[in-house]
């Protein structure tokens, strides 16, 4: 157990929803990372947050968004979803910012789109 | 900017065989470098990291890697595999101000008896 916690587990929804994905990270960490993991694109990173502050963003689209609560949950939202769309949703966790930190991760949210 | 290529997308091994995974990295600033792995239906597992010092790292599970510069290159080895080995791995990269990992895209290990 990473204690790195993630909600739903699994969720089917249709095409032109709008999804959440929650994250707890954790104990005493403070960065968030969410990554997507496809069989085309394979592990993907999305976004980091810092304290609740966006520290790095790569290749996200612009129907998702994230934020990172004064609790420091995280949550990914997604909208207008695809059939692309449909893959595993990595959250992660490290204490800081520091390059060499280890990155702990949750099981993923997996996600299907009708 | 940083990337990995891992060599082989699914490596076959039988069980007492010493299992081999090739890593190799592309970084304009010294790397900190990590091998994860995935069991089916489960997120990603730390099996072991580089980041200063020795190059040679021991991790869980048996594993080691040996991080070489003039290679550019962070294999992941065990002398023995095991059945419970049969996972997919992944490499991963973070350097500079690149705090987030930038992975390989995976090698599946399966152990025969």
């Known amino acids: 157990d990473s204690g790195v916690t993630q909600t739903p587990k699994h969720l089917i929804t249709a095409t032109g929803q709008r999804v959440t994905l929650r994250c707890s990270p954790r104990s005493g960490d403070l960065s968030v990372y969410w990554y997507q993991q496809s069989l085309d694109q394979g592990l993907q990173f999305l976004i980091q947050y810092y304290n609740g502050e966006e520290r790095a963003k790569g290749n996200i689209l612009e129907r998702f968004s994230a934020q990172q609560f004064p609790d420091l949950h995280s949550e990914l939202n997604l909208s207008s979803l695809e059939l692309g769309d449909s893959a595993l949703y990595f959250c992660a966790s490290s204490a800081d910012t520091f390059s060499g930190n280890t990155i702990y991760f949750g099981e993923g949210s997996w996600l299907t789109v009708v | 900017a940083q990337s990995v290529t891992q060599l082989g997308s699914h490596v076959s091994v039988s069980e007492g065989a010493l299992v081999l995974l090739r890593c190799n990295y592309s970084?304009?600033?010294?790397?900190?470098l990590f091998w994860y792995v995935q069991y089916p239906n489960q997120g990603l597992q730390l099996l072991l990291k580089?980041?200063?010092?020795?190059?040679l790292v021991k991790g869980i599970n048996g594993f080691e890697a040996e991080f070489k510069k003039s290679e550019t290159s962070f294999h992941l080895t065990k002398p023995s595999a095991h059945m419970s080995d049969a996972a997919e791995y992944f490499c991963a990269v973070s350097a500079g101000s690149a705090r987030q990992l930038t992975f390989g895209s995976g090698t599946q290990l399966t152990v025969l008896p």
């Open positions: 970084s304009s600033v010294p790397p900190y």
């Open positions: 580089y980041t200063t010092g020795a190059t």
